[in-house]
């Protein structure tokens, strides 16, 4: 049954470098801007401090487009999936199970997936749909950090990070 806690719908995460764990995972496709019709990847980060201590979660998406094939890199590369899937320089690989076996090539679970990244906020100006008003706001920008190290998967019934 839900408890009414009154909390914000939305809060920043501070700046700084985290730990984070790929805790859910969608696939949708773009429906507006340039990237329209592109597939998406909706990843949800928990992050946590260097002691371990939970920060926040957060939402980042990878696109299917040339221009951000880069993502994808800095991606798993920060989680170690180059290693641990054993990928070479060109290779495919897909984060759906189903296309991976259909297309012959690594499937890799984004759930559990761990590494660090860097959180950052930045400023733009938002219009709404509503009135058409112009104001400033702000958002979180994650940024995957290739450390290079191993953050092995946590198992599923095991707590902390």
């Known amino acids: 049954m839900p408890v009414f806690l009154d909390t914000p719908a939305f809060s920043l995460i501070p700046e700084g470098e985290y730990l984070y764990e790929v805790v859910d995972f969608n696939v949708d496709e773009e429906d507006k801007g340039k990237l329209k019709g592109a597939i998406k ?65 690594p499937w890799i679970d984004p759930i559990g997936l761990r590494g660090h990244c860097k959180v950052a906020i930045e400023k733009f100006t938002m219009t709404s749909s509503r009135d058409g008003s112009v104001k400033d706001a702000e958002k979180n920008k994650v ?16 707590d902390g990070f």
């Not at 994808?72 to 189903?98: H, M, P, T, W």
């Not at 995957?144 to 191993?150: N, S, Y």
């Open 143 to 158: 940024t995957f950090i290739d450390t290079k190290g191993m953050v092995p998967r946590r198992s599923v019934d095991t």
């Open 41 to 105: 990847y909706i990843l949800t980060l928990a992050l946590h401090d260097e002691d371990g201590n939970d920060v926040g979660r957060i939402r980042d998406q990878l696109h299917e487009a040339p221009q951000l094939q880069w993502k994808f890199d800095q991606f798993i590369r920060s989680c170690n999936a180059v290693a641990e899937f054993k990928l070479s320089k060109g290779q495919c690989y897909e984060f759906v199970k189903d296309k991976a076996k259909s297309a012959k090539c």
